[in-house]
């Protein structure tokens, strides 16, 4: 017999495409070899740990498409190989240099942790991180959704629905070419939504999609159940809003567990405590070091941190999962005597590296939190096709204006700060339009598919979020200038008569998203 409540804990998976082969070490494609070896491979093995013990409970992971992109892509992939070794020869390296004190024990540990890595990827999973998300979604641990595109910031494109549709086709194509299925949910890009946005989610087969709390709540008209149970749109599709509190135990830097003081410290590598020599070239991308993953300190609250004991955090991992479990059971036991005997639904989303990047302890979190939950009777952690159809309130209903972000509208990323980017976006648009309207030469139609992935790319909401967060702000701003930059000079070569130098086919191996188009 199933659990009266149901749990649909989502991870969004999502990284900016950061791809740059003309560089043997580039400080922003390490964003990808931590989510890696921090994040995904993690997850995975406790995944395969719970499978081998027989635990029950299916995880939500939408997988945007650059990550796809990314996860598929030969010369990134070879990077992140040579990473791991060179991580694995520091932590050894570091074995040595403390011996038998307890930083070396910590360095042993992590020497360890290195080496299940390896084994993970290059003998378990072959270096094929999508293969074993399908795998696992076949055997019940997963369950697959996608994410719109390049993950463009929706809200700021209603104008321009020709945009909307051109990452929402390439949006289907690349899950399936992944997964070998059509996808029926679909993360949106910062949970952002406007009014309208579902009639143009039908038209690319998807069944259902996620709100922030007020996007449910301020709906016309309010849902009968608040955000405990799936609404219908006027337009067919299902939708679920956001459950705030869990979101806060976990997500919250002042009061979620991440900042317990025991947990690892995230800010604080051996990266900015050793000399150049010893870290080797690796670890630096021209001056600027780069993150080793060889944290020794816990965040302990204070500039003298603390030296990090990776079994007091794995004790409390344990405790902090059965407090989530037991919060989520009280809920569901309030919330099932007026459900009038329909399931109550919680949705738990995050950010998939919020699990092993931010919060070093994440992925066993996740395992604990599914151990804990195999003993409940009241609540039971689903995937979301099994149950976002099912509809308890019989109105049909029209989501309100909303996204995840800070205010919960568009203002981390439509602000003083970003107000040069958008009418860029539209000239580029404008310029595709007008090299559309010739006649379709072989070049041509190879130089338009060029001109597509250069607007797709610009239109990442990443490049609003950094300059907003003044945080990697001058890569994103060199992006935006660089994707605009290339739509020009793909311009000037389609409309004039010149032959092409060099230019197409450069932009091509360098800016190789959706290669298949």
Known sequence: MSAPGKVLFLLHAHLPFVRHPEHSRFFEENWF?????????????????????GVPGTLNLSVSPPLIEMLSDSHLIEKFSKHLYYQKELAEKEVQRFSESAEGKLAQFYAERLRALIDTWENRIKKDLLGEFLALEKLGKLNLLTCVGTHPYLPAYQSDFASIHRQLAITVKCFERAFNRKPKGVWLPECGYFPGLDELLVDY???????????????????KYGVFSPMQTKSGLFCLGREQKSSRE????????????????????????????????????????????????????????????????NRLVSNHARTFIAEREGTFLDLIPRM?????????????????????????FLESMLEEAA?????????????????????????????WGEGGFGSVWINSETDFYYPMGKKMQLMFEALSKKRQTPFLKRLLKQFEREIM?????????????????????????????????????????????????????????????
Not at 40 to 45: D, E, R
Request: glycine share 8%.
């Open 205 to 223: 087969g998807f069944r259902y999609f996620f709100l922030e709390t007020h996007g449910s709540l301020l709906a016309t008209p309010p849902p």
């Open 33 to 53: 070899f931590e989510a890696l070896s921090e994040t995904y491979i993690p997850l995975v093995q406790s995944l395969r740990r719970l499978l081998e013990k």
């Open 457 to 517: 790319l610009f239109q990442s909401s990443d490049w609003a979020f950094m300059i907003h967060n003044h945080s990697a702000e001058g890569y994103a701003r060199k992006r935006l200038e660089e994707h605009y930059s290339n739509a020009c000079a793909l311009f000037e070569l389609g409309m004039s008569k010149t032959r092409d130098n060099g230019v197409l086919a450069s932009l091509e191996k360098k800016n190789n998203i959706f290669h298949w188009m």
């Open 375 to 403: 003993g409940s009777s009241i609540l039971e952690f689903v995937g979301a096709d099994s149950v976002m159809e099912n509809a308890a309130d019989s109105e049909l209903h029209s989501p309100a204006f909303s996204s």
């Open 250 to 313: 976990v997500w919250s830097r002042e009061t979620g567990y991440p900042g317990h003081p025991e947990y690892r410290e995230f800010f604080k590598d051996i990266a900015n405590e050793r000399e150049r020599s010893y870290l080797g070239e690796y670890f630096y991308s021209g001056e600027t070091p780069i993150h080793t993953g060889l944290k020794y300190w816990c965040i302990t609250g204070n500039e003298n941190k603390a030296l990090y004991k990776p079994w007091n955090a």
């Open 340 to 364: 009038e005997g329909n399931p109550a639904t919680m949705l738990c989303p995050y950010d998939a590296e919020l699990f092993g990047h931010w919060w070093f302890e994440g992925p066993l």
